[in-house]
T-cell receptor, first 110, second 115 residues
Framework: GQQVMQIPQYQHVQEGEDFTTYCNSS?????IQWYKQRPGGHPVFLIQ?????EVKKQKRLTFQFGEAKKNSSLHITATQTTDVGTYFC??????????FGSGTQLTVLP | DAGVIQSPRHEVTEMGQEVTLRCKPI?????LFWYRQTMMRGLELLIY????????DSGMPEDRFSAKMPNASFSTLKIQPSEPRDSAVYFC?????????????FGSGTQLSVL
């Protein structure tokens, strides 16, 4: 299936600091999705990016899709304790199955 | 509006026993996915159904695993016989028509422990 690398694996930030996680693919992607999983919870869909160079915002979250559609990022401005969790990117494979990245686990220190 | 419903929430069993996990997708959704999550391997797709038909089961680990979707509102994942390495959280997810691999709605998962 489609492979995607996600970095970093872990990130600890002080509350109020910014946070960014990245997903990279060696092949061109048709689209990319982002999910958040709270500790002990299940993945929850955040957004889907489809167009080259697309930028979408959800309050303090900014999602970008690279011009070549091979990478994407999720940036959180001024993190809060409610942002704690693991953030996953997910991409569609050749059989249209959805493959998840390894995730970035975010810890926000109060 | 009920989401994806999975049962049981927790299952503890002994090695060699049969385990059956159940899933009720969101009404009207026609794609259903079974994922397994572990610390070592992350979220792995096991099998994917579309309109009750298995489309991709390449992620099913081995013959001990089987999945069925007898109708649009119910699916099962069976492990027989279970082994300690099957211990994981098993998630079921569904998505609406026309969005087979977009915006998956996940259930709360089944935490499986095989002793």
């Amino acid at each position: 299936g489609q492979q995607v690398m996600q970095i970093p694996q872990y990130q600890h930030v002080q509350e109020g600091e910014d946070f960014t996680t990245y997903c990279n693919s060696s092949t061109t992607l048709s689209n990319i999705q982002w999910y958040k999983q709270r500790p002990g919870g299940h993945p929850v869909f955040l957004i889907q990016l489809v167009k080259s160079g697309e930028v979408k915002k959800q309050k303090r979250l900014t999602f970008q899709f690279g011009e070549a559609k091979k990478n994407s990022s999720l940036h959180i401005t001024a993190t809060q304790t409610t942002d704690v969790g693991t953030y996953f990117c997910a991409v569609s494979g050749s059989a249209r199955q959805l493959t998840f990245g390894s995730g970035t686990q975010l810890t926000v220190l109060p | 509006d009920a989401g994806v419903i999975q049962s049981p929430r927790h299952e503890v069993t002994e090695m060699g026993q049969e385990v059956t996990l159940r899933c009720k997708p969101i009404s009207g959704h026609n794609s259903l996915f079974w994922y397994r999550q572990t610390m070592m391997r992350g979220l792995e797709l096991l099998i994917y159904f579309n309109n009750n038909v298995p489309i991709d089961d390449s992620g099913m680990p081995e013959d001990r695993f089987s999945a069925k979707m007898p109708n649009a509102s119910f699916s099962t994942l069976k492990i027989q016989p279970s082994e300690p390495r099957d211990s994981a959280v098993y998630f079921c997810a569904s998505s609406p028509p026309g969005h087979a691999n977009e915006k998956l709605f996940f259930g709360s998962g089944t935490q499986l422990s095989v002793l």
